[in-house]
């Protein structure tokens, strides 16, 4: 008996189907609710090999046939035809899918500047915020002008992120032969692949680029660990002719693509991301079948989140499951008192008490989905700044005591207990900017800057382990 098995290609479509009828909205959702690795879900759904435990178990959850989606599935004359006519490469959409809502005039922007001159595109953003959902459909709607779609995730920390692994997987990926002597020459490689890119139409998804970038005071910040990437995109922006398209996301704003791309102007763009709006995470309630019309109590769910598409998507995932399945009234009669205390804080906040350094808010961790969706990815992003940048750290922890929007000399002062310079201050405020951990905002002539309510809820536990000792 084999000790791995996986999903027959004819099966995946059902695959899909057989997530979205038990309500598990997205891969990380069925991962947290079976307790298993996301990297193992994700490798099923795509027809990858895993365990026969793992596979029967996901199979359980998902009310499927172990025995029957490893077999290919019985064919009728026009069955090769209804295959061939599929979109190619839904297999490796990890977050876009059918309940995908909103963002129609944003799509269609970005959509109309890839098919025209623009080769190089960032999405920005917080945890969360939806930046590889919208990555994935794009490339669904460009999908008939490109060759392939080929992907990379720095994720993915069992493949090397060096450029010259990069390239190399790339140029693999598009047919090529690369041989062991050019795997140690990353200018050879990149040469090959900005030829071969510039005859034949790709789109190259590279997913969480945050992960290969470094930054400290010496050196600068948001970084390339690998000066390879850096020349290699330098080298697509300048050429006179490029077929294929580039689709990065990235939690932070990589300073060295911003300054090439400022030569560049028709040729890339940098487009940040917001969560839903409050009409959008309407649309969400409906669309995922949880109530015909929202709720007033999703509405605040949804106010109080700021629209952040993966933790309402989790939480919208767990009122559908056990023990609630749907019912609304018992989610908020056990954990509507969070929501209250954002609520409360915000309203205080309105009428003056713009401070609360004892607030206890959770957001990111009242329920255990939380705590393994949305807690642990915001706290990664903590630790990277608290490793790489420790003042701005610091300023992001001790700012957590305002409620509201507030001018950015009161953030600022916080670090003046810290014996930094105004320059200083000033740079730290920068990188948390970069790394879209502050929103800014303006009334009247005065800049105004404030914590998404989800970046709060981490910083304010942050804040009470705060030492002199950072």
């Not at 004359?77 to 005039?105: C, I, K, M, Q």
């Not at 200018?187 to 945050?210: F, G, N």
């Not at 008490?353 to 808010?361: L, N």
């Not at 507030?406 to 970069?434: T, Y």
């Amino acid at each position: 008996m084999p000790r791995s098995v996986c999903v027959h290609p004819d099966h995946r479509s059902t695959v899909a189907l057989s997530l979205e009828r038990n309500g598990f909205l997205t891969q990380s959702i069925l991962a947290g609710h079976l307790e298993m690795a996301l990297s193992t879900v994700n490798n099923f759904c795509r027809g990858i090999k895993v365990s026969v435990a793992k596979f029967e178990e996901i199979c359980e959850a998902l009310g499927l046939d172990p025995q029957v989606i490893i077999q290919p599935q019985e064919r009728t004359e026009n069955t090769s035809e209804s295959r061939s006519a599929e979109e190619p490469g839904l297999e490796h959409f990890f977050a876009y899918d059918s309940f995908w809502v909103g963002r129609e005039d944003l799509t269609l922007e970005l959509t109309t500047k890839l098919d025209s001159t623009c080769r190089l595109m960032l999405i920005t953003g917080m945890a969360g915020v939806g930046k590889t959902a919208l990555a994935e459909r794009l490339s669904a709607d460009l999908r008939g002008n490109v060759n392939q779609l080929l992907r990379e995730n720095f994720d993915d920390h069992e493949k090397s992120t060096d450029f010259a692994s990069v390239a190399a997987r790339l140029l693999e990926n598009c047919g090529q032969v690369v041989i062991p002597e050019e795997r140690t020459d990353p200018q050879l490689l990149a040469r090959r692949l900005v030829l071969h890119l510039q005859k034949t139409p790709y789109l190259i998804l590279i997913d969480s680029l945050e992960q290969i970038l470094k930054g400290n005071e010496r050196e600068g910040w948001s970084e390339f660990k690998d000066d390879g990437f850096v020349a290699f995109f330098r080298t697509v922006l300048a050429s006179e002719t490029f077929q294929s398209r580039f689709i990065l996301t990235s939690q932070e704003l990589p300073s060295q693509i911003v300054e090439i791309g400022s030569r560049y102007q028709n040729f890339w763009h940098c487009q940040p991301l917001v969560g839903l709006s409050e009409p959008e995470q309407r649309a969400l309630f409906v669309k995922t079948g949880l109530a015909p019309e929202s709720s007033p109590e999703l509405l605040r769910i949804g106010k109080a989140y700021e629209g952040h598409p993966l933790a309402l998507r989790i939480i919208i995932g767990e009122i559908g499951s056990h023990p609630f399945y749907g019912n609304i009234a018992a989610y908020w009669q056990r954990y509507g008192q969070e929501i209250e205390a954002v609520e409360q804080a915000i309203a205080e906040a309105a009428e003056g008490q713009t401070t609360g350094a004892d607030d206890k808010w959770n957001l990111d961790r009242f329920t255990r989905a939380l705590r393994r969706n949305v807690q642990k990815r915001l706290e990664q992003t903590f630790d990277r700044l608290r490793q790489d940048a420790k003042y701005a750290y610091i300023l992001l922890c001790e700012s957590s005591v305002y409620r509201c929007p507030v001018p950015d000399d009161w953030w600022l002062s916080h670090l003046e207990d810290w014996q930094q310079s105004e320059a200083e201050q000033i740079a730290a405020l920068d990188i948390l900017c970069d790394r879209y951990l502050v929103e800014e905002m303006t009334e009247g002539s005065q800049l105004l800057l404030k914590q998404h309510n989800l970046i709060r809820s981490v910083s304010l536990a942050h804040l009470q382990q705060l030492t002199f000792d950072v």
